[in-house]
T-cell receptor, first 112, second 114 residues
């Protein structure tokens, strides 16, 4: 199936720094989701976006649904060690179809 | 929040045996459940989508007879890897959704075939 292009592939940052990652697609999506996956576990939903241009926050996390509907970004402010993990974006094309298309993932390492 | 339970979390078995993985939605009725496969350092790849009481829809390249999916109730779906071989070793993850809400994932099952 189709995968979304996610960048960067990996990041090494100092604790306290802000993080930004994005996801792009050649197709339009009606829903963008951001998940975090810890080693050996399933992905956990962080933020869901449903409208083009929507900007949503969840604590130190902020995500935006691109106006073209072909991209989304996730920002993490003031990173902490427990932010370590793999972050995946996922898009869904229509409300009638359930399939999620996942990004390639961004592996985040936070150096204390 | 929505909770999806997956069992077992880890299984090791001999080549040729069949392995069943269960996925349960604990506090909601899942209209649709999904099964994914994830190789190390890679993203999730959708294997199949199943709706309660109907046959699963498999993604291209996924063998229906190899990966049997049963979705007998709104809270339970099972994936059976039949006659498993070492190349079937992987991390299998299920997810469930209801009413257009985002998918919630189980904690995955690590399958190792010797």
């Amino acid at each position: 199936g189709q995968q979304l292009n996610q960048s960067p592939q990996s990041m090494f940052i100092q604790e306290g720094e802000d993080v930004s990652m994005n996801c792009t697609s050649s197709s339009i999506f009606n829903t963008w989701l951001w998940y975090k996956q810890d080693p050996g576990e399933g992905p956990v939903l962080l933020i869901a976006l449903y409208k083009a241009g929507e900007l949503t926050s969840n604590g130190r996390l902020t995500a935006q649904f691109g106006i073209t509907r072909k991209d989304s970004f996730l920002n993490i402010s003031a990173s902490i060690p427990s932010d370590v993990g793999i972050y995946f974006c996922a898009g869904r094309r229509t409300t009638g179809a359930n399939n999620l298309f996942f990004g390639t993932g961004t592996r985040l390492t936070v150096i204390p | 929040g929505a909770v999806v339970s997956q069992h077992p979390s880890w299984v090791i078995c001999k080549s040729g045996t069949s392995v069943k993985i269960e996925c349960r939605s604990l506090d909601f009725q899942a209209t649709t459940m999904f099964w994914y496969r994830q190789f190390p350092k890679q993203s999730l790849m959708l294997m199949a989508t199943s709706n309660e009481g109907s046959k699963a829809t498999y993604e291209q390249g996924v063998e229906k007879d190899k990966f049997l999916i049963n979705h007998a109730s709104l809270t339970l779906s099972t994936l059976t890897v039949t006659s498993a071989h070492p190349e079937d070793s992987s991390f299998y993850i299920c997810s469930a959704e209801s009413g257009g809400q985002p998918q919630h994932f189980g904690d995955g099952t690590r399958l190792s075939i010797l």
